[in-house]
Nanobody, 126 residues
Framework: QVQPVESGGGLVQAGGSLRLSCAAS????????MGWFRQAPGKEREFVAAIIRSTGSTYYTDSVKGRFTISRDNAKNTVYLQMNSLKPEDTAVYYC???????????????????WGQGTQVTVSS
């Protein structure tokens, strides 16, 4: 079992940058995929980005393509989300999630992930 722990959230002005980290404790090498989701007050949790641990293949939601980059450091059991050109609509609690095994479920589906972190707040001011 892998337990993700997020860090790196904070307050930033529009156009600024922030890097989130997700440390995966436990049996990290049993994890197939790591993903980032976000949830704003009054809204449902939405997919942001995901990465396959072994290959580095990535997935992004359209609204962050060209601005966000997901990466991983397998030696450190850590996944990163580099966020550039931040917009006020990026404001949300960001969650890191782990999918333990390959499935046919799309990486954009929250129910396809097995373990979730506690979340880290990202606030982008105008």
């Amino acid at each position: 079992q892998v337990q993700p722990v997020e860090s790196g959230g904070g307050l930033v002005q529009a156009g600024g940058s922030l890097r989130l980290s997700c440390a995966a404790s436990g049996r990290a090498f049993s994890t197939y995929m790591m993903g980032w989701f976000r949830q704003a007050p009054g809204k449902e949790r939405e997919f942001v980005a995901a990465i396959i641990r072994s290959t580095g293949s990535t997935y992004y939601t359209d609204s962050v393509k060209g601005r966000f980059t997901i990466s991983r450091d397998n030696a450190k059991n850590t996944v990163y989300l580099q966020m550039n050109s931040l917009k006020p609509e990026d404001t949300a609690v960001y969650y890191c999630a782990a999918r333990n095994f390959w499935t046919r479920v799309e990486p954009t589906t929250a129910d396809g992930y097995d373990q979730w972190g506690q979340g880290t707040q990202v606030t982008v001011s105008s």
